[in-house]
């Protein structure tokens, strides 16, 4: 994993001061959607080998909530973006 | 009584007497060696007992590669078990004893397991301790526990203190030898911001043990020289006593940096360890180049060394080896140190080599014997002749000390560590670092360059093309004049066939060439299971010196090449590191952050003895006068709070406040029960439910 990550925050910070929480890439379904794709949303997870969305929590800087998209395998980070701005422009 | 203090050189302060002890025994030393050069110089060459078959065994290197010279440091809680005597600094009142013997090492009990070795061969463990079950955690495996192993570790609180620090820098240069003096030299004049790190406390690497002259003047001179330069410079960070020991992603390094471990009592105010993280634009890998033993019958008897330690113990600190030593090479580097310990007035009994026609000029009066292998050693504790043999005539020779040069490998440690394989070199005869992009080059010895003046050279050139890369002038300097070089080559021998005793392959380990031909036949051939299997190269040295014979016998006993065998993985960190130096200041109450409610100094007043509960301190009963164990308080509070009332303090728990038309509804829906909607006032505690119902 990689070692620093560019907070939009806060800077270029060490990767331990970062929580991760779960992949950024599921949405929830309407409330009135089948059991099926409640299942998915709530029980199952890809674990890619490659690009992959995730929120990342600042836990020990900004505290904000953060989309890191990174590579699994190379470990390459392409974008840190803060959560809210994934959001509003719909990302989300 | 034989090895022992020359009546001069070495770069040690011969002025500055220091005294030790080892196994409880006074003996003197010399400020600026380690601790194995010291023993040498006392003529103690046995300093342990192998980890499976307690055989006795000797120092072999003069570096970190050691497998055998290991002793534990220091009185009581602050012992350091494992360390290395060959990179431990000599300090004044230094306490080193001996490990892994009982009731001495002289004497030792555990050394009966050597005439039970036929049947503690390769996987012994896996086919003998099978059954019954129930067996193994009673009785197999504390009597192998007890048996086998190294050091102990102590049980006691680390009174120890270690910090963990960041740094930051456009280069950092790994090894203060040749190659990275010249680096951090040509980086450091055009104003790149250098980290240069070494292990050892004295910087120079193999400069200090050289005999070739550079610019007319010694080696060693040579590097204080760069050294002054460089200290003078306001951009360059030297750091001594400091292994890197890790690559990690966006090319930040891990370092550890001993503040305090060559004191005999630490300041408190320091740590005795620091730990480092090293955000580096550039790195550059100037680690050098490792001699690999010979596998030959008998190979592992005090007294069998390394030649290029050999050279370095004479050359560096002054000792000699052996009053009459053998050399058994396959290279020029055997004749090199043949003619350092002939020069220092060390009788050399011959030069075995194993090429059939070998052009290197051995010194005068010395014998040399081509085409042969030595296929025995004699003695017990210590060596006294080697039998070799060439086409079936077999001769004993007289000696007290071996050294064996067998090639040499680069330390390509860091360059592998995240992911990249090793690649064969079949003109080197050994394993290269492969191309990694820029962010971490490999220059010198360890990128097989091995003569001195193609380390200076290429340390300079790789410096300024990094230095143009990063926008910095790359202005180029004249290089420093080298004097006679030596040829580094030498023919591969995997392994000196004819061998009358056990050939180890790995010394820590004590794994020998048949462990890894039984391996072979048992279809654990491929290099990760033969490790895995024989253990050969997962003892706390990783192999640094077994690792490429394991791989060339492998590949020899198949007929295929080195190439199709491949190396094991690389891993950090590149010598062991203290557990206390990763925790760094985050331990006992410092490990985590304290959380104390608003109620906290009413209940320590009030006696409360507290409980974590997560973070936060909560009390777990109050203590009145008198009552003796937690039960009596305990069972006093229940009967008051069944008969009265009690407080309870949950201000620690978390609190939202829910409002709004539907909000009873809204809770309903997150909690396991219905909630009491409309019930002002009312209490209730109850498990809310996450987006999986649970």
Request: aromatic share 8%; net charge neutral.
């Amino acid at each position: 994993m990689a070692s620093l990550i560019h907070c939009p925050h806060c800077g270029v910070r060490p990767s331990q001061e970062f929580s991760i929480r779960g992949d950024a890439s599921v949405v929830r379904p309407a409330p009135d959607a089948a059991d099926e794709a409640w299942h998915e949303y709530v029980h199952l997870r890809s674990n890619p080998r490659g690009r992959h969305r995730e929120h990342w929590h600042h836990v020990a800087g900004c505290r904000r909530w953060l989309v890191v998209e990174r590579d699994t395998f190379t470990h390459d980070v392409f974008s840190v973006t803060d959560g809210a701005a994934v959001a509003r422009e719909g990302g989300r | 009584m034989t090895a022992y203090r020359l009546g001069s050189g070495g770069v040690v302060d011969r002025s500055n007497t220091l005294s030790f002890k080892f196994d409880g025994r006074a003996m003197k030393g010399y400020a600026g060696e380690t601790l194995a050069s010291a023993l040498l110089a006392n003529d103690q060459l046995l300093v342990g007992r192998s980890f499976k078959y307690h055989r006795p065994r000797g120092i072999v290197t003069a570096g970190p590669s050691e497998p055998n010279a290991l002793v534990a440091i220091g009185k009581g809680a602050a012992t350091d078990p494992n360390t290395k005597a060959t990179v431990a600094e000599l300090y004044a009142g230094l306490d080193a004893r001996s490990q892994n013997r009982w009731p001495s090492l002289k004497y030792d009990i555990g050394a009966l397991n050597g005439l039970l070795s036929p049947f503690l061969s390769a996987g012994f463990y896996y086919k003998t301790f099978m059954w019954p079950a129930a067996f193994w955690e009673k009785v197999y495996e504390p009597l192998i526990r007890r048996a086998a192993g190294l050091g102990r570790a102590v049980l006691e609180h680390d009174p120890h203190s270690y910090e963990k620090c960041w740094a930051h820098c456009d280069l950092i240069v790994v090894g203060a030898g040749p190659t990275g003096l010249m680096a951090a030299l040509t980086a450091g004049r055009v104003g790149l911001r250098v980290i240069l790190a070494d292990e050892d406390f004295r910087l120079g690497g193999s400069l200090l043990a050289e005999t070739t002259r550079i610019d007319d003047r010694p080696a060693v001179d040579f590097a204080e020289a760069c050294l002054a330069e460089l200290r003078a410079l306001p951009n360059i960070t030297i750091m001594p006593r400091t292994t890197v020991f890790g690559w990690y992603d966006d090319n930040v390094f891990g370092a550890l940096e001993r503040v305090q471990k060559h004191v005999v009592a630490p300041q408190a105010k320091l740590p005795v360890e620091r730990l480092w993280r090293i955000v580096a634009k550039r790195a550059l890998l100037a680690t050098g180049a490792e001699e690999g033993p010979l596998v030959f019958g008998g190979n592992d008897r005090p007294g069998v060394m390394m030649a290029g330690a050999m050279r370095t113990y004479a050359n560096r600190f002054g000792v000699a080896a052996g009053r009459s030593v053998a050399i058994f090479t396959n290279g020029s580097a055997g004749y090199r140190t043949a003619s350092d310990l002939s020069a220092h007035g060390v009788e050399v009994a011959a030069i075995i080599d194993s090429r059939d026609a070998p052009r290197d000029a051995a010194p005068a009066g010395v014998r040399v014997i081509p085409s042969a292998s030595v296929i025995d050693t004699r003695g017990r504790q210590r060596v006294c002749g080697l039998v070799v043999e060439r086409a079936g005539f077999e001769e004993t020779i007289a000696c007290d000390a071996i050294g064996m040069s067998g090639g040499w490998n680069p330390v390509i440690h860091l360059a592998c560590q995240r992911g990249a394989k090793a690649v064969w070199s079949p003109e080197l005869n050994t394993f290269l670092a492969p191309d990694i992009g820029n962010g971490l080059v490999v220059a010198g010895s360890a990128a097989g360059r091995y003569s001195l003046g193609g380390c200076l050279r290429d340390g300079a050139e790789r410096a300024a093309r990094i230095a143009g890369d990063l926008g910095f002038p790359s202005v180029g300097n004249p290089l420093p004049a080298v004097g006679d070089e030596v040829d580094p080559s030498f023919t591969a021998l995997w392994y000196a066939p004819g061998a009358k005793a056990k050939a180890f392959v790995d010394f820590q380990n004590d794994v020998d060439v048949k462990d890894l031909g039984l391996a072979l036949r048992e279809g654990f051939g491929h290099v990760e299971h033969a490790k895995r299997y024989t253990t050969a190269g997962m003892a706390t040295d990783q192999g640094k010196l077994s690792a490429i014979n394991t791989t060339g016998l492998l590949a020899a006993m198949q007929g295929i090449s080195p190439a199709d065998v491949g190396t094991t993985t690389f891993r950090p960190f590149y010598t062991p590191v203290a557990f206390g130096a990763l925790a760094g200041t985050a331990r006992d109450e410092r490990a985590a952050p304290v959380r104390k409610s608003p109620l906290y100094g009413w209940a320590e007043k009030n006696g409360a003895i507290f409980v974590d509960s997560g973070l936060w301190y909560r009390p777990a009963y109050f203590a009145r006068h008198g009552e003796k164990t937690w039960r009596e308080s305990t069972d006093r509070e229940v009967v008051n709070v069944r008969q009265h009332v009690g407080l309870c303090d949950v201000s620690t728990l978390g609190k939202i406040e829910i409002f709004g038309p539907d909000a009873a509804e809204f809770l309903n829906r997150l909690y396991c029960n219905p909630q009491p909607a409309g019930r002002q006032g009312a209490l209730r505690a109850d498990a809310a439910r996450g987006r999986n119902s649970l």
